[in-house]
């Protein structure tokens, strides 16, 4: 079943600003991936924040996580062509570690 | 390596056919994952296999038969297969040790195999 929705959507942006995706969830969770995924291709990972956290980096990315409010949030900052793709949030439940339960997703197009 | 591969990468097959999916890595991971994904959805867990053993299994019809002959390598065998069931299958793998990291946490996708049911 679906644990987590995103939005929004579809997000078209011109290279150079920044992207911001969101992601709510509906039950505890252990932590909260970020995966990327582009055209027809495996997922990458891009950063975990775990349910004590309230916010991580790593180079370009900032995510946050409010766990009040089952939600969490990717920032992209100064964003390149090369960053279109899909972006989804995955959830791994209390004592489900391994279980991922992905959001629906948000297709990003950076425009040149 | 932090490398998953699958094969085939495309894959067309009738309902009658048997055909199998394979995926390796060479991490020393010892939990391998199959997941399947449709057009413009996310992926949804199908099975999880943790040393060698089935531990998960997503209520998947038996007409998807997975196995782990050991550590390194998952098939998923394929018989009597749907046209719904057309879809992008993903193996993934990641660490599975008593100390539990954010590296350990991370799964790791191969590109997947993109299955055409007719």
């Known amino acids: 079943s679906q644990q987590g929705e995103e939005d929004p959507q579809a997000l078209s942006i011109q290279e150079g600003e920044n992207a911001t995706m969101n992601c709510s969830y509906k039950?505890?969770?252990?932590?909260l991936q970020w995966y990327r995924q582009n055209s027809g291709r495996g997922l990458v990972h891009l950063i975990l924040?775990?349910?004590?956290?309230r916010e991580k980096h790593s180079g370009r990315l900032r995510v946050t996580l409010d766990t009040s409010k089952k939600s969490s949030s990717l920032l992209i900052t100064a964003s390149r062509a090369a960053d279109t793709a899909s972006y989804f949030c995955?959830?791994?439940?209390?004592?489900?570690?391994?279980?991922?339960?992905f959001g629906s997703g948000t297709q990003l197009t950076v425009l040149p | 390596d932090t490398e998953v591969t699958q094969t085939p990468k495309h894959l067309v097959m009738g309902m009658t056919n048997k055909k199998s999916l394979k995926c390796e890595q060479h991490?020393?991971?010892?939990?391998m994952y199959w997941y399947k994904q449709k057009a413009k959805k996310p992926p949804e867990l199908m099975f999880v296999?943790?040393?060698?053993?089935?531990?998960i299994n997503e209520s998947v019809p038996s007409r998807f038969s997975p196995e782990c002959p050991n550590s390194s390598l998952l098939n998923l065998h394929l018989h009597a297969l749907q046209p719904e069931d057309s879809a992008l299958y993903l193996c993934?793998?990641?660490?599975?040790?008593?100390?539990?990291?954010?590296?350990?946490?991370?799964?790791?996708f191969g590109p997947g195999t993109r299955l055409l049911v007719l």
């Open positions: 993934a793998s990641s660490a599975r040790l008593r100390t539990v990291t954010n590296a350990q946490e991370t799964q790791y």
């Open positions: 039950t505890s969770i252990n932590n």
């Open positions: 924040i775990r349910s004590n956290e």
């Open positions: 995955a959830t791994t439940r209390d004592g489900s570690a391994r279980q991922l339960t």
């Open positions: 991490m020393g991971h010892r939990a």
């Open positions: 296999y943790s040393y060698e053993k089935l531990s």
